[in-house]
């Protein structure tokens, strides 16, 4: 069985194949980072323009990479949502002109369930799990009890982790993407030998036995940090770059403590459950930061899991873990309809209460 997987939820144009095996026959991204890092940030306008005009492109390459023609496909997998609602339409119309044309499955894919599923491409790993998903727009536990059976255990009340560590590099001048500028900054500081102990930031949520979130009032109390330091000059102005790499190693110890401790909240009450996790995933681009998969995986071997997390190349977004995900569900019978919706929100478990604040993504 071999998929097509396509990939246009944010900023990244994505086309992969996958057989179900496990071998990735072709993986190419076409990262739009230089198009955005002038505004700081994923402009929504922008990134579906360049999805429509590279995505084409982009899946004769990874369809010539693999060797194959469109008969030798079993199927067509794409982003469905949620995401920015202008690139999710370009890759499902994209997807369903293809199943069309081929005469090919149509497969939408929860964009969530593929980073859900992708620790399964790269492990032989059972159901169920319990999953910290943890990205730019996303920061939720789940108990993955099957394909399509998710339990929401825990998940933001206003910002992810992403979007703190982007928001907290804009506020240092340590430019865009933030996650990965961040944890060059603290590397830095810490080959100097700084610490960040010194530098009170808080630890949000802290010993409370439900697993939630809560970034904001961390990247708050950074900001007033980076203000009575700046002084005169203001947010914005001219920061020694020795005290901003020494605010982010800071910044990212709050984040990773505050990740360890509310992993260790979810450990527990998904034991409480009837069925028990037999692994501790982590998905989602925040987990390619090498100190978040460090604090995790000492969580995860004080509490008896498994650690499980995907190659760095399937962290953050790719067409890789959808093609996988439509593979899943193709195992299943699981097909979608052509008149099938994209979708800005689509929950993974759609019983899940709704909970309070603006960053909240259902």
Known sequence: MIVLGIE?????TAAAIVRDDGTILADLVLSQLADHRPYGGVVPEIAARSHLE????????????AGIDYDALDGIAATGGPGLIGGVIVGVTMAKAIAAAAGKPFLAINHLEGHALSARLSDTLEFPYLLLLVSGGHCQFLMVEDVGSYKRLGTTLDDA????????????????????????????????GETGSGID??????????????FSGLKTALRHLVAARAGAKGIGGAIDADWGEAYALAFQNAVVETLADRSEAAIHVARQGAEKPGAFVVAGGVAANRSVRAALA??????????VVPPLEHCTDNAAM????????LKRGDISAL???????WPLDPDAPKRGGAGVKA
């Open 8 to 12: 246009t939820s944010c900023d990244e």
């Open 322 to 329: 959808i093609a996988w995900a439509g593979i899943e569900h």
């Open 201 to 214: 930031l808080p630890r949000p949520m802290k010993g409370r036995p439900q697993p939630d979130f809560s």
């Open 298 to 307: 000492a969580v995860a071997e004080r509490n008896g899991l498994r650690f």
């Open 339 to 345: 008149d099938f919706a994209p979708r800005p929100r």
């Open 161 to 192: 982790a992403g979007e703190a560590f982007d928001k907290a590099a804009k506020l240092l001048g340590l430019g865009y993407p933030g996650g990965p500028a961040i944890e060059r900054a603290a590397a830095r500081a810490a080959a100097r």
């Open 54 to 65: 590279h995505l084409d492109g982009l899946i004769d390459e990874a369809m010539r990479k």
